[in-house]
C-alpha cells in the first residue's frame, strides 16, 4: 500500500540553528501538507501546497518557516532558526483532489524535532 | 469549519462492537465527515468519511443521523490494537484538517 514517507524520523538541533525536514508524499497525491503536534496537545494545521505554491497557512506558519517541493517526489519543510517551541512531531500529508474537492489526507509517521 | 464535540474517552471489551459518537449541530450541506485515529504518537490514520448516507469500509462504518447533526463511528469488532485517539472532524475536504481532542478509546482483553 502506498504510504507517506517522512525523514528523518528523530531530528535533534540547536536553537537558532536551521533544520529541513523531509517528505516523500504518496506518487499519484496532488495536495501536500504538513501539521504538528507539541507533546501532549493538539494536531496542528501548518501549511497546505498545491500546484507549487502555498495555498493555505496558519498564523503558526510565520517567515521562519518555508515549504519547497524541489523535485518531482519530496516536499520539504524548512524552519530557518529554530526555537525550542518549535520542539514538536511534525506530519507530512498528502491527498488527490477531484476537482474542487479534496479526497482523504493520508499522513506520514512524522519527524520528531527536539531542539536544545 | 463545524465544531465537534466527542466523549473524551470511552472503554470497549476486545471482540465488541465499539461506537463512537461525535455531535456536529452546526454542519453545513456541503461538508463531510471526517474520522482519523491516532495510535499512540503515530501519524494519524484515516478510517472513513461521508457526506449524508452511511459508509462501510474494511475498517469501520459510518452512521449519519438523517438531519446531519450527529454520527457514529462503529469498530464492529475492536481489537486491543483499536486502542487510540479518534478524531471526529467536519470539513468541506481533506485540506486544512482541524483537529480536536478526540475520544480516547481503551479497548480491553
Known amino acids: 500500500e502506498p504510504e507517506v514517507t517522512q525523514t528523518p524520523s528523530h531530528q535533534v538541533t540547536q536553537m537558532g540553528q536551521e533544520v529541513i525536514l523531509r517528505c516523500v508524499p504518496i506518487?499519484?497525491?496532488?495536495?501536500f501538507y504538513w501539521y504538528r503536534q507539541i507533546l501532549g496537545q493538539k494536531v496542528e494545521f501548518l501549511v497546505s501546497?498545491?500546484?507549487?505554491?502555498?495555498?493555505?497557512k496558519s498564523e503558526i506558519f510565520d517567515d521562519q518557516f518555508s515549504v519547497e517541493r524541489p523535485d518531482g517526489s519530496n516536499f520539504t519543510l524548512k524552519i530557518r532558526s529554530t526555537k525550542l517551541e518549535d520542539s514538536a512531531m511534525y506530519f507530512c500529508?498528502?491527498?488527490?483532489?477531484?476537482?474542487?474537492?479534496?479526497?482523504?489526507?493520508?499522513f506520514g509517521q512524522g519527524t520528531r524535532l527536539t531542539v536544545v | 469549519d463545524a465544531k465537534t464535540t466527542q466523549p473524551p474517552s470511552m472503554d470497549c471489551a476486545e471482540g465488541r462492537a465499539a461506537n463512537l459518537p461525535c455531535n456536529h449541530s452546526t454542519i453545513s450541506g456541503n461538508e463531510y465527515v471526517y474520522w482519523y485515529r491516532q495510535i499512540h504518537s503515530q501519524g494519524p490514520q484515516y478510517i472513513i468519511h461521508?457526506?449524508?448516507n452511511n459508509e462501510t469500509n474494511e475498517m469501520a462504518s459510518l452512521i449519519i443521523t438523517e438531519d446531519r447533526k450527529s454520527s457514529t463511528l462503529i469498530l464492529p469488532h475492536a481489537t486491543l490494537r483499536d486502542t487510540a485517539v479518534y478524531y471526529c472532524?467536519?470539513?468541506?475536504?481533506?485540506?486544512?484538517?482541524?483537529f480536536g481532542t478526540g475520544t480516547r478509546l481503551q479497548v480491553f482483553p
Open positions: 506518487s499519484n497525491h496532488l495536495y
Open positions: 461521508g457526506l449524508k
Open positions: 472532524i467536519v470539513n468541506l475536504g481533506a485540506d486544512k484538517l482541524i
Open positions: 501546497f498545491y500546484n507549487n505554491e502555498i495555498s493555505e
Open positions: 500529508a498528502s491527498s488527490q483532489g477531484q476537482g474542487f474537492f479534496v479526497t482523504e489526507a493520508f
